[in-house]
């Protein structure tokens, strides 16, 4: 083993020798050579001969010395291996202290290799030996490559073939996890496209003698070659092109496929182009209707720029292609949806053949009849006399979309084929096909004139006869053999049917026949014109119920008539759809809503009415009141109260009935008008309306809803589903005004006698008595509106509203989900709950947390963050709350937190040198916590916080640093390096180590260049500097060229300048 290693190194020692050798290193005796290079590599590299590092490499070079080599990578005759012992051990030790001595520095100057490449690019006439130099003298880097192929000539292209280059284009990357596919680049490629025109001969044989590769951007490249030489030499590398569309992944770049073709077929290479047409125009994605597919974009160019090019040359071979095309989108559309072979819904998707009126550009199902249709015509107006063939390739395919064809073509050529337009006006089949009518009555309209007597007589006994019964089409778009039916036609209809066509060839009708379309006209109207476009189709009937009567219509309506209506109005039956009492609703709800104060004040008015009608007002009242806008609650008291009275009695033994979920509906709107109107109506809070409305609440409390079977069936799901659920049902909405009611009533005056609301809440605390998980959860949510309205209460029932007894955690939860996700916090209700809050924090899960409990700890720990930013704890107040919290939150829920103080520190417009030494607490403690084992993923969000500019530029830099070296990524870095570009010029030695350390975790190079202002300033600044500076910023610059292809070479040279 210890030879196989040592001829490893000897060969790594070689391969780093070559690289880093200086262009004028010594020659000389084969030893003293040796020597002689690599102190020319010390001396540019600037290490010193009498560095260990140095001593050892040269000592490597002796043939005398212990180190060579040379002689540990043979055994000796019969000798057996040499030991893996301390000196081998040591030679290991110190050969990788020397790559890493020479790598250090090799890298704080890498963009010598440019600079040697820019030098290696100025010979005029290379030869292989330069060609070598390349292959063996320099780093085999995508970089380097794309740097040397985007700037050689042509005369490089033979050596650099000589000497092995183009024969290993790279193959795709698949990720078959991800199902990605990545194609990457290949310089040398690049370069073969890039110079063909100057070399094209020797680019084509290039072309020719490089490997087989699915990699579809190399295929791009080669077609590229193939558009910029002569149509001779590309239709050489067609064979190659067509292997490279029917590769594994196909061609990716449709378009110049297409655009090569065109200029084949222009340049007289007919058959290559040809063969490209067949091949690529059998990838045309076999499926109908709008895509995202950057493929059928660009299929669809080749079919509107090119395809015409060839078909002007070639004609209905080629239409017979684009026809397979077509069939073939049809077909899979067809067979996808399972709908019979002989209707392909073409009436629907295109009514027109001369145009469509909206349609995705990206819909090859449109393109493709088009090109269809605009390649028929160009045949025909090249060559009139092959008006018949192109009809009769149109009509060998069995869809109607090309029987539409057929006619459409022919009706703009009718004086040039007045036979074949005879036999298609008179052909029984045609007739009789509903689909094919528009293009027919086209046909009809233009063709009239080439009608013989014998054809005209025909074709009126054909229209005579009317049209044929055909199967009635249910539920489907297109029928099966089982779906149909016998559908007799209405005279109606066949009288239609009739005066259209008799109408499309009027002008050829004898007088007779003439007085009967009259009469058909007077009795049913003009027969539409042929030649304007057919109306857009719909697949399926939209189902949409015209309103019985329009808003506007009853707005002008007197109250006393409206009632009337709303009273008696019963919908017809003699009409389909049926119209119902539905069909009302929204017009009244929409009235109610444009004058609120007009039927506020009315409000009474609709008492009686059917619930439905009912709930249209108060829906419209509820949308008004939510825009504060003044209403006549008097009025609407009446109602409300009516409507809780009918409520009650309905409900009564009735909880399961239609007439019991009727009303409960309209009382869940009832309580909720009544709360918006408690919160946000000022006219509300008359003392003279208070027992109204605390007689309708008080009664919502006491309804059956939510049940503990609701409950129970929601418990299934998400625990926080009871929030939704005291939305929907009505004593928690009951509840909630309670405590609106309450406020209002301290509001007007703080001394308010409430001991009757406060009882009612005490019993509905009371788990015995209402053991509601969803009424719970209202308390919570409303715990600081409770305070306000009674503090000391609020503070003696807190431990009830949020039990922390086990056996009532069921009820805490509740609570605290209501409180967490929508209540508010503030000291007040944050010092009544910090004995919750500690014992909230000690329940937490650390593992398997649902989405709904990781929702409830991030709000959770929203609500810490919140009171360390004001100041109410800190890391180790409350018995270290925060640090305990943060033992059991997710890596998400972590990092949600501190983007979280980020875009507050965005929006601090003051200073608060408190708050910052509390943050820069918290942020030590995360970063401890990383260093600990933590997910440092969350650190990444300090950017946002470097970026705020609310700390020491000092210490948050340091801090930047740590994150990347921590977290390997960071937040806003173009912000974060906007404000190093701002600070570099106090700072230079920390932004160029940021900056440094960035470009080595791998950024994508998009990122880069989109902040690259930002980075010239920093490296300018650096350059401006101290010697330490300088050396950092050469190795920035040597990091964004070597890895990234980015040049900044010029502001070392703005430096010498």
Not at 115 to 132: F, G, Q, V, W
Not at 925 to 953: H, K, M, T
Request: proline share 5%; aromatic share 8%.
């Amino acid at each position: 083993m210890t030879h196989l290693v040592a001829h490893a190194f000897r060969e790594l020692a070689s391969a780093v020798q070559s690289v880093l050798e200086p262009a004028d290193a010594a020659e000389g005796v084969k030893e003293d050579r040796h020597r002689a290079k690599i102190r020319a590599v010390l001396d540019d590299l600037g290490i010193s001969h009498e560095d260990a590092v140095a001593v050892f490499w040269l000592g490597m070079a002796g043939q005398d010395s212990p180190d060579n080599l040379a002689g540990r990578a043979h055994r000796l005759a019969l000798d057996p291996p040499r030991p893996v012992d301390e000196d081998f051990l040591g030679l290991i030790d110190r050969f990788e202290q020397v790559l890493d001595a020479i790598m250090e520095q090799f890298e704080s100057r890498y963009f010598q290799v440019f600079e040697r490449l820019d030098l290696l690019l100025k010979i005029s006439t290379p030869t292989k030996a330069d060609a070598n130099t390349l292959k063996q003298s320099f780093p085999h880097t995508q970089v380097v490559s794309g740097y040397f192929f985007s700037r050689a000539s042509a005369t490089w292209l033979l050596p650099l073939r000589q000497v092995g280059y183009f024969s290993s284009p790279p193959s795709p990357e698949v990720d078959d996890n991800a199902g990605t596919v990545q194609m990457p680049s290949w310089a040398e490629s690049e370069y073969l496209a890039r110079i063909a025109s100057a070399a094209p001969k020797a680019a084509v044989e290039t072309v020719l003698l490089m490997p087989a590769t699915d990699n579809s951007r190399v295929h791009r490249d080669i077609v590229m070659v193939g558009g910029a030489v002569s149509p001779e030499l590309g239709a050489r590398l067609v064979p190659t092109i067509v292997q490279g569309i029917q590769s594994r992944f196909g061609m990716w770049f449709p378009d110049e496929v297409g655009a090569l073709m065109a200029a084949l077929c222009q340049g007289g290479e007919v058959d290559a182009a040809m063969t490209l047409a067949r091949v690529l125009l059998a990838q045309l994605p076999n499926r109908y209707g709008p895509t995202s597919s950057v493929d059928a974009y660009e299929y669809g160019l080749v079919l509107q720029q090119y395809v015409p090019l060839l078909v002007d040359k070639v004609g209905v071979d080629v239409l017979a292609e684009l026809s397979v095309q077509l069939a073939k989108v049809i077909s899979r559309e067809m067979e996808e949806r399972g709908e019979e072979q002989s209707y392909d819904g073409s009436m629907i998707w295109r009514p027109n053949i001369a145009g469509r009126q909206v349609a995705h550009e990206s819909d090859l199902r449109h393109m493709l009849v088009d090109v269809v249709r605009d390649s028929a015509q160009a045949i025909i107006d090249s060559d009139q006399d092959k008006i018949s063939e192109v009809v009769g390739e149109l009509e060998s395919h069995s869809w109607p979309i090309f029987r539409r064809l057929a006619l459409y073509v022919l009706s703009q050529y009718v004086n040039k084929a007045c036979d074949l337009v005879n036999s298609h006006l008179v052909n029984r089949e045609i007739i009789q096909d509903s689909h094919l009518d528009h293009e027919y009555l086209l046909l009809a309209h233009h063709g009239a004139s080439c009608l013989n007597p014998y054809s005209l007589r025909r074709l009126i006994n054909l229209i005579d006869e009317g049209p044929q019964p055909q199967a009635a089409r249910i539920g489907a778009l297109s029928p099966t053999a089982n779906s149909r039916i016998a559908e007799p036609l209405a005279p109606e209809r066949v009288a239609r049917w009739k005066r259209d066509r008799l109408g499309a060839i009027r002008s050829a009708l004898p007088p007779d026949r003439d007085a009967r379309y009259q009469a058909l006209v007077a009795e049913y109207g003009e027969a539409p014109d042929p030649t304007l476009p057919a109306p857009q189709s719909f697949a399926v009937w939209s189902g949409q119920i015209e309103e019985a009567i329009r808003p506007g219509e009853l707005a002008t309506m007197p109250t006393d008539d409206l009632i009337e209506l709303l009273r008696t109005w019963q919908p017809s039956n003699d009409r389909w759809p049926a119209v119902s009492s539905a069909s009302l609703r929204g017009a009244l709800s929409s009235v109610v809503q444009r004058e609120p104060a007009r039927w506020s004040n009315e409000a009474s008015a609709f008492i009686g009415l059917p619930a439905i009608y009912v709930s249209a007002v108060l829906n419209g009242l509820w949308q008004a009141a939510q825009t504060n806008v003044h209403l006549d609650w008097a009025g609407i008291l009446e109602l409300l109260a009516w409507i809780n009275r009918e409520a009650e009695s309905a409900l009564v033994g009735e909880a399961d009935s239609s007439v019991g979920g009727e009303w409960r509906g309209l009382r869940l709107e009832m309580i909720q008008l009544l709360a918006v109107g408690l919160t946000r109506q000022s006219g509300s809070n008359s003392s003279d309306l208070d027992l109204k409305i605390w007689s309708i609440i008080e009664s919502c409390c006491q309804d059956p809803t939510p049940t503990l079977e609701d409950e129970a069936g929601q418990a299934l799901e998400e625990r926080s589903v009871f929030l939704a659920l005291a939305e929907s049902t009505i004593r928690p909405q009951g509840l909630r005004s309670a405590v609106s009611y309450g406020l209002r009533l301290r509001q007007r005056s703080p001394d308010s006698v409430i001991e009757y609301l406060l009882i009612l809440l005490d019993r509905h605390l009371d788990s015995s008595y209402e053991p509601s998980r969803a009424v719970r959860s209202v308390y919570g949510e409303e715990f600081a509106r409770l305070v306000l309205m009674d503090r000391e209460w609020t503070r003696r029932n807190a431990s009830r509203i949020f039990p922390l007894d086990l056996d009532q955690s069921h009820l805490l939860e509740a609570a605290w989900d209501g409180y967490l996700l929508r209540g508010n916090l503030n000291s007040e209700t944050w010092d009544l709950l910090t004995d919750v809050y500690s014992a909230m924090v000690d329940r937490m899960e650390s593992e398997d947390q649902d989405r709904v409990a990781e929702f409830r700890v991030e709000a959770l720990g929203s609500h810490l963050i919140n009171r360390l930013w004001n100041g109410q704890i800190d890391l180790e107040s409350h018995n270290s709350l925060l640090r305990r919290f943060y033992l059991h939150a997710s890596k998400e829920v972590a990092k949600d937190l501190l983007r979280s103080v980020g875009f507050g520190l965005k929006e601090l417009d003051y200073s608060d040198p408190a708050l910052i030494e509390r943050l820069t607490r918290l942020w030590e403690f995360r970063v401890e916590a990383a260093r600990n084992g933590s997910d440092a993923g969350e650190l990444a969000e300090f950017g946002r916080w470097f970026a705020s500019g609310c700390f020491d530029a000092s210490w948050s830099s340091k801090q930047v640093l740590v994150t990347l070296t921590l977290a390997g990524r960071i937040e806003v870095d173009g912000s974060v390096f906007s404000k190093l570009a701002e600070i570099a010029s106090e700072h230079t030695q920390v932004s160029l180590a940021i900056l440094d350390r960035w470009l080595r975790v791998s950024p994508k190079p998009w990122r880069i260049v989109r902040h690259i202002d930002s980075v010239r300033q920093i490296v300018r600044v650096g350059l401006a500097g101290d010697l330490t500076a300088v050396t950092t910023s050469r190795i920035v610059i040597s990091l964004l060229v070597r890895d990234y292809g980015i040049d900044l070479r010029d502001l070392i040279a703005e430096r010498t300048r």
